[in-house]
């Protein structure tokens, strides 16, 4: 049997690392725990900003202000961890492996600022990066519903919607946006959990007025089928195996 490997890292090499960090400080970003630690660090001590969007598009599940709004109020932050599974791959991809800090970037539904951070971690610009929820819970969150989005066409190379779109029972409309603001060759993330047992499509089975059960896509295809021929190129897919619970994403290049 294979002796077991073990890393040691003295004083001095984690003081140094440290010291690395200190000077390149997008790179605590890369770490969940740091994005969490500031973003509820600024949150609390910024009054617990929150702004709700107030014309709501048909397109908006019932419940999902409230759902989201009660979490914020409890400083639920949700999971730091789940935006990489869109953002490592989206990282990965060119233009946005060497050409992220020049990339004009919307992120729609971070909910907290720890999604913007995550982007600054893996080399987007501040200033190029936008982001827009229907409850802001930061002054770097416009108000604004994803089925409605108040920017221009072809204005962002990257649109990302990191587990928005269940929140929809217009996800055609929600598409549509993405890809009317999406530029000419740009990239659109899609990701969203399926749950087997309540079925797919739109589904509304609320039992009080904080449950959101929203619209469910099984495969990669019904985000494809929505894209339509304006789809130049799958980056990346991941789709469950069979009927089982899991992740569905998507990163398409998008043609106009
Ligand atoms: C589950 S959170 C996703 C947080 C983060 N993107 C992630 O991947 O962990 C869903 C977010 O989408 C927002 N949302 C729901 N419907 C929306 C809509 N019509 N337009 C914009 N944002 C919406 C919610 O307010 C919430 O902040």
């Known amino acids: 049997m294979s002796k077991r490997k073990a890393l040691s890292i003295s004083e001095s090499q984690l003081r140094e690392m440290i010291n690395i960090l200190v000077k390149n400080p997008s790179d605590f970003f890369l770490s969940g725990q740091c994005r969490r630690y500031l973003a509820l660090d600024r949150w609390k001590s910024g009054g617990r900003y929150l702004r709700i969007h107030e014309e709501l598009d048909e397109g908006v599940m019932p419940g999902a202000v409230e759902h989201n709004r009660k979490e914020l109020e409890r ?17 990965s991809l060119d233009p946005v492996y060497g050409g992220a800090p020049n990339m004009a970037v919307l992120t729609i539904g971070p909910r ?21 929820d229907l409850i802001s819970s ?13 920017y221009p066409d072809r204005s962002f190379q990257v649109v990302i919607s990191s587990w928005v779109i269940g929140y929809s029972s ?30 797919r499509g739109v589904i509304n089975k609320r039992e009080s007025d904080s449950d959101i059960n929203g619209s469910m896509f099984g ?3 019904e985000f494809t089928d929505m894209i339509g021929d304006k789809l130049n190129y799958i980056c990346f897919q991941q789709e469950p195996v069979g009927e089982q ?8 290049r998008i043609k106009h």
């Not at 400083?75 to 990282?91: A, E, H, V």
């Open 75 to 91: 400083d639920d932050f949700g999971s730091y961890t789940r935006t990489l599974r869109l953002i490592n791959p989206l990282k």
């Open 112 to 132: 907290t600022e720890m999604e913007i951070f995550h982007l600054i971690g893996v080399g987007f610009s501040p200033s190029n990066i936008t982001a827009l």
């Open 138 to 150: 930061s002054p770097l969150i416009d108000t604004g519903d994803m089925h409605n989005l108040p």
């Open 170 to 199: 217009s996800p055609q409309r929600a598409v549509d946006e993405m890809i009317r603001v999406c530029a000419d060759g740009g990239l659109v993330a899609i990701g969203a959990t399926y749950e087997p047992t309540l079925g």
């Open 219 to 221: 495969s990669v295809s």
């Open 245 to 252: 619970k899991g992740a569905v994403m998507l990163i398409a």
